[in-house]
């Protein structure tokens, strides 16, 4: 069974900087899309980024394009959403998520995961 646990929230000012960690376990993160979703308060939950590595391909939000970047720590089967340049937008609870194929047709849809974690809590202060 596949769990996925999210870490690295908190509270940072407009402009700072957070790393996020999705610990996975029953799956190697390298070997799968792996998809990064947020949902603030009132609103549904979107797509953030995602990485498609056995295809060393990588999937962004136009909100969040230069600033976010995904990268995978094979050693630690962990996957890492580096957030740069926070702003208010970004308050969110933050997921990670997989899919039960390999390299989903569409990694932007959250339609295509079917695993998610608990989620954390990135609030961004003005």
């Known amino acids: 069974q596949v769990q996925l646990v999210e870490s690295g929230g908190g509270l940072v000012q407009a402009g700072g900087s957070l790393r996020l960690s999705c610990a996975a376990s029953?799956?190697?993160?390298?070997?799968?899309?792996m998809g990064w979703f947020r949902q603030a308060p009132g609103k549904e939950r979107e797509f953030v980024g995602s990485i498609v590595s056995s295809e060393a391909s990588t999937y962004y939000a136009d909100s969040v394009k230069g600033r976010f970047t995904i990268t995978t720590d094979i050693a630690k089967n962990t996957v890492y959403l580096q957030m740069h340049s926070l702003k208010p937008e970004d308050t969110a609870v933050y997921y990670c998520a997989a899919p039960h194929i390999i390299a989903t047709m569409d990694p932007t849809s959250i339609y295509e995961y079917d695993y998610w974690g608990q989620g954390t809590q990135v609030t961004v202060s003005s």
């Open positions: 029953g799956r190697t993160v390298s070997r799968y899309t």
